[in-house]
């Protein structure tokens, strides 16, 4: 950044993890499309998650809507809800792309926003978060997610 004139760089970023998804999936529906992708929808059937000092359920009925390109990347943009253990609901939006790997894997990486109510737990909605993600080759019925904040 100082290369091209700026008077200082904020540096590297520091990441703390945030917590751990696993994400409990339905079977797909998928379809070619006429523009040469494929379309997908992984409905999102519950799960768990677990913070620094919370934990939550992930709620049936959102979903992670999925174009596969060519080379069977998947970009992905999942919409869920989880309730955390207090009783709160947080919406979770994560955004990415999910890589084939040689063992039938996917690794993924991604870009989370979470929408929280004020109360204690509004500190989630602020933070800059990106996220790792991984699909077992052996396993169809989950994902499993760790989100990382971007300290500024």
């Known amino acids: ?13 520091r990441l703390t993890r945030v917590c751990s998804i696993r ?5 797909a529906m998928e379809f070619d499309t006429s523009r040469g992708t494929g379309r997908a ?12 000092g919370w934990q939550a359920t992930i709620l049936p009925g959102g979903a992670d809507f999925a174009r596969r390109l060519a080379d069977g990347t998947y970009e992905i943009e999942a919409r869920y809800f989880m309730r955390l253990d207090d009783g709160t609901l947080v919406m979770v939006q994560n955004a990415g792309r999910m890589v084939p790997q040689k063992d ?4 993924g990486r991604t870009r989370a926003e979470l929408e929280v109510p004020e109360g204690a737990m509004a500190h989630l909605g ?6 790792t993600a991984y699909a077992p ?4 019925e989950r994902v499993y ?7 500024v």
Request: net charge negative; charged share 15%.
């Open 137 to 140: 080759s052996d396993d169809e």
């Open 1 to 13: 950044m100082t290369t091209l004139g700026a008077p200082l760089s904020p540096g590297m970023p």
């Open 145 to 151: 997610i760790e989100l990382w904040h971007a300290e």
């Open 126 to 131: 602020d933070m800059v978060l990106f996220g």
């Open 104 to 107: 039938g894997s996917f690794h």
């Open 41 to 52: 929808i992984f409905p999102i059937t519950g799960g768990a998650a677990v913070g620094a």
């Open 23 to 27: 994400a409990e999936i339905g079977p």
